[in-house]
């Protein structure tokens, strides 16, 4: 179904798409819901008009849109564009000061544009009334139609009226005709002038760009648009690259700034009847089946629209029936030969289900669509793909951009906007234009970090951010001696192993690392899940259960043996164990080197400290927090908590939990942190009078109920504890960690020549947000690609620390990961948070791991 371009009082030459604004809807998708195809929650033929009855009961499209009221509408519009003010105020009523000093000047640019506007470019509010009164705001929106000419450029949504500019008088009353000849007067009223932080700036905004990018032809696919006409073949694996932009606009810390990033769609040429033959032959092939699709993306030929498939109807066919309005019983396979002209080659094959999100019951989708496997194509690559080196290699090239090109493409984009037909007229309606260039940012580079060893002494970071020389001359701080192990490895391994033991205790003398020759080595004559566990409990029957570690060689990289050994180790028997892949061992020339990261790795799951970073804060604990999703596999999502409990904030305590919702995972929260709050008790025989949470997997949209609800329990719990103790509340800073970000940023250089930042780069000025206390870190070298900087908003902070230390603080603690003597993208607690997650939900199949292992980095 089409509607013409005026319900928003723009040009009627107008591109595909229907973008009638409206509360309730994300801004890059406002508009009819039309999945192009039946739904069993009823609908009509074009899926706008509803009306059909389906099983689900429900309707699709404008009319059946379900009713919110206006702090329903608030609030989605706030969780939408993440809108939390976490910027205080000091006691002058001035905004807190955010901006550190330290480190030397970068200059810089960003991948955003200035959105430049008039002096006195403002978003006026006004309400609509009218007489007689009218429900349908279809209707509604056809009588102000209209006056578009009177009104210049508009948003309607029904009742509330969106306006760059005043009107004149104020009411403004206006006549229509309805269809049947009836007068209807309408009465616009002026209700506000917009505050520039008001929500509705960035839904409006947003609404201009996605305009903008349909001028631009290009094909909405999820969220984001993309050229398929600029398809990147790749024959040779099947495979399609349509590249694409993400873009958002809203109100930055002196402008209002448009954010583009380049981005690539994979895409399959097999549909996904070809992955439902190619799995039916096995014995449980309906599993099968179901592992491989369930989770997936695909994207529908006849429409283009992408669909996440939550789960396969066998009982359903392309030619089973359902009603549709004026046309009576239908199959699907009828109703998509006549509509599409698409012919069904299988009329066995079940039907792919996908239920609603929450943005689609608010479009009045209430029941699933079903979608026919053979009009599907995959999208994404597979777990077996991403493990294809040839694919990954050739995939690169495309996919892992040099900042320099990336500068280019973004350039680009922003040639191909103005030029595009249409654009400059939508924008100048609005009286707003594009600035040409990329955005300016003045950063800062901190010093490099003094990384300290054994023996007080230290060595520091070098311009890449790592120390992998630092072993030769330095012992690790502190170390458990490796005495009591037993070694698990096929027999044709078990010589070149034996090699690889030497190497460790070669390496492990000169940094106090003492490495015994193993209690048992059990060569095992297959590389079969069951060989390996037997071998495990017959390493634990010998040695009665008295041994520090199982080392453990895997024949390659496989997840299977590798989740089947981890979870008998740490489940089971609660025992940490060090995998090591066996081609390593046949490795020569790199075995020294290797060898030296297999001690500093088996030294800390032992609870020694290879290094630490000098953080003068006392009494701290530091605490880092990730969530897994499991994806494809049903069940709850994993949450892992780890903390330190050491002045050298080194040595940790973690613990998992799981849920099912997001008021579970609050609850979860404040349990888990009341289980670190004590664990640093027991070591330290004193609470702590500090706490620094690092808060990470908080998805879009989630960031209000994380500041009002999580953080509010959590502090609850803090009270209980501290109150039970009679000890006075700690210091608490809770900061949010967002690795996920469309922002880049560029070095500029003398000559002009665009590269990565240095390592230690901060920005915290001009891209950042002014309703938060946000800064950006980048904290590693990148070799390749562009690098990707964290984003870091502190919701909350009684430290006392100013902008400067915090964001110290935050660079330190990248340097503390001890699977690599290097810094990390984020600080060391989140990534072993993300660690521990992660091995829980995949490897030990949402098993805990042993209450015994949680004072040690078992999971690194």
Not at 201 to 207: F, G
Not at 384 to 389: A, D, G, L, V
Not at 708 to 735: C, D, H, W
Request: one cysteine or more.
């Amino acid at each position: 179904m089409k509607r013409s371009d005026s319900d928003r009082g723009t040009s009627p030459k107008r591109p595909r798409g229907d973008d009638d604004a409206s509360y309730g809807q994300a801004p890059s998708g406002a508009g009819h819901y039309d999945p192009g195809g039946p739904s069993r929650g009823g609908g009509s033929e074009d899926g706008g008009r509803g009306g059909g009855r389906g099983r689900g009961g429900g309707t699709r499209g404008g009319r059946g849109r379900a009713r919110q009221t206006y702090e329903e509408r608030r609030r989605e519009r706030l969780e939408q564009h993440d809108l939390v003010i976490s910027r205080g105020v000091d006691k002058y009523g001035e905004k807190m000061k955010k901006m550190g000093g330290t480190g030397r000047p970068a200059n810089l640019l960003a991948n955003y544009f200035v959105l430049e506007k008039r002096t006195d470019w403002a978003i006026y509010h006004y309400r609509v009334d009218f007489l007689p009164e009218e429900r349908e705001t279809r209707i509604k929106k056809k009588l102000l139609r209209i006056h578009q000419d009177t009104l210049g450029a508009y948003i309607f949504d029904g009742s509330s009226l969106y306006l760059s500019h005043r009107l004149n008088p104020d009411p403004l009353i206006l006549c229509s005709v309805r269809e049947d000849q009836e007068k209807v007067e309408l009465s616009v009223r002026l209700v506000a002038e917009l505050a520039p932080t008001d929500v509705m700036y960035l839904q409006i905004y947003n609404i201009m760009v996605r305009k903008c990018l349909e001028f631009m032809e290009l094909e909405e696919l999820g969220r984001h648009f993309y050229d398929r006409h600029q398809a990147i073949k790749i024959e040779a694996h099947r495979l399609e690259l349509w590249p694409g932009y993400k873009t958002s606009m809203r109100n930055h810390e002196h402008d209002v700034l448009l954010g583009v990033e380049i981005t690539h769609k994979v895409l399959r040429t097999d549909n996904c009847l070809h992955v439902m033959t190619r799995l039916r032959g096995g014995q449980n092939y309906r599993h099968d089946i179901k592992e491989e699709l369930v989770g997936s993306i695909v994207m529908t030929h006849y429409n283009r629209k992408t669909y996440r498939v939550d789960d396969i109807d066998w009982d359903n066919s392309p030619g089973a029936t359902f009603d549709m309005k004026d046309h009576g019983t239908v199959t699907f396979a009828d109703y998509f030969a006549k509509k599409y002209g698409l012919r069904c080659t299988d009329m066995r094959q079940p039907m792919l289900v996908s239920r609603p999100k929450k943005r689609d019951f608010h479009r009045g989708q209430t029941g699933p669509v079903l979608l026919v496997p053979e009009f599907c194509q995959m999208t994404g690559l597979t777990d077996e793909m991403r493990s294809n080196f040839q694919l990954m290699k050739s995939l690169t090239g495309y996919l892992h951009v040099s900042p320099d090109r990336r500068v280019d493409a973004v350039k680009k984009f922003m040639a191909r906007l103005k030029q595009a037909p249409g654009v400059r007229e939508e924008l100048s309606r609005w009286g707003l234009k594009f600035n040409d260039n990329l955005v300016r940012v003045k950063g800062r580079v901190v010093d490099r970090e003094k990384i300290m060893f054994g023996q007080n002494q230290h060595e520091t970071a070098s311009d890449k951010a790592d120390w992998n020389a630092a072993f030769r001359n330095h012992e690790m701080a502190s170390t458990v001696p490796l005495e009591n192990w037993v070694v698990i490895v096929p027999q044709r391994d078990a010589q070149a192993i034996d090699e690889v033991v030497s190497k460790m205790q070669r390496v492990g003398e000169p940094i106090r690392f003492r490495v015994s020759r193993p209690r048992e080595v059990i060569r095992i004559p297959d590389i079969r899940i069951p060989t390996y566990l037997a071998a495990i409990d017959q390493a634990m029957s010998n040695q009665k259960g008295k041994i520090q570690m199982i080392f453990i060689v895997l024949p390659r990289q496989v997840t299977d043996i590798y989740a089947a050994v981890k979870k008998r180790c740490a489940v089971d028997f609660g025992i940490p164990s060090q995998c090591f892949v066996a081609k390593n061992a046949h490795n020569p020339r790199g075995l020294m080197s290797i060898a030296t990261k297999v001690v500093v790795q088996v030294n800390a799951k032992l609870g020694g400290e290879p290094w630490f970073v000098q953080i003068p804060l006392k009494k701290l604990m530091i605490v880092g927090f990730d969530v897994y999703h499991c994806g494809k596999r049903k069940g709850a999502s994993v949450g892992a908590m780890v903390a330190t409990t050491h002045e050298t904030q080194a040595k940790y305590y973690s613990t998992v939990s799981f849920h099912n919702s997001k008021e579970e995972l609050s609850s979860n929260l404040c349990a888990d942190m009341t289980k670190c709050m004590y664990a640093f008790q027991n070591v330290n025989k004193d609470l702590p009078d500090r706490i620094i949470m690092y808060r990470d997997g908080v998805g879009e949209g989630q960031l209000n109920f994380v500041f009002e609800t999580e953080m509010r329990q959590i502090k609850q719990a803090m009270n209980q504890v501290y109150t039970a103790a009679g000890k006075a509340l700690p210091k608490f800073s809770f900061i949010v960690v967002t690795k996920k970000i469309n922002t880049r940023i560029f070095a500029q250089l003398g000559n002009g020549r665009i590269e990565n930042p240095d390592a230690g780069t901060i920005v915290d000025d001009v891209i950042t947000l002014p309703e938060r206390f946000d800064f950006y870190l980048i904290s590693q070298f990148s070799r390749q690609g562009t690098v990707s900087p964290a984003s870091y908003n502190v919701l909350c902070d009684s430290q006392g620390l100013d902008a400067d230390k915090i964001q110290r603080l935050t660079y330190k603690l990248c340097h503390m990961y001890f699977n690599w003597s290097g810094t990390v993208t984020v600080p060391a607690p989140c990534q072993y948070a993300h660690k521990l997650a992660y091995l829980t939900g995949v490897a030990l199949q949402g098993n805990s791991s042993s209450e015994g292992l949680s004072h040690l980095l078992h999971f690194l």
